[in-house]
């Protein structure tokens, strides 16, 4: 959001763009046209999906050392199929 208001303040276009989990988007950002990042309905603040980035290579917090256990080790060594 910091990078976003300083190429509105200076008329800079900037191309946002990201991943989250299997989601991916871009979104352009031209200056007096198009919608800020500050603006984009799709920016939800209340999802808690974590960034799979984050979880391997910045994990930053418990809960994403909580996922990363979780989807590493515990579902290898435990998950068993309807079969077993």
Do not use: Q
């Amino acid at each position: 959001k910091y990078v976003d208001a300083k190429c509105v303040f200076y008329g800079l276009p900037l191309l946002e763009s990201g991943t989250l989990g299997t989601k991916g988007n871009t979104l352009p950002i031209i200056p007096s046209l198009t919608e800020s990042y500050g603006s984009d309905p799709v920016n939800d603040e209340n999802d808690a999906s974590i960034p799979a980035c984050t979880i391997h290579a910045y994990p930053n917090l418990i809960e994403h050392t909580l996922t990363w256990a979780r989807d590493t080790v515990f579902e290898k060594l435990f998950h068993l199929d309807p079969s077993e």
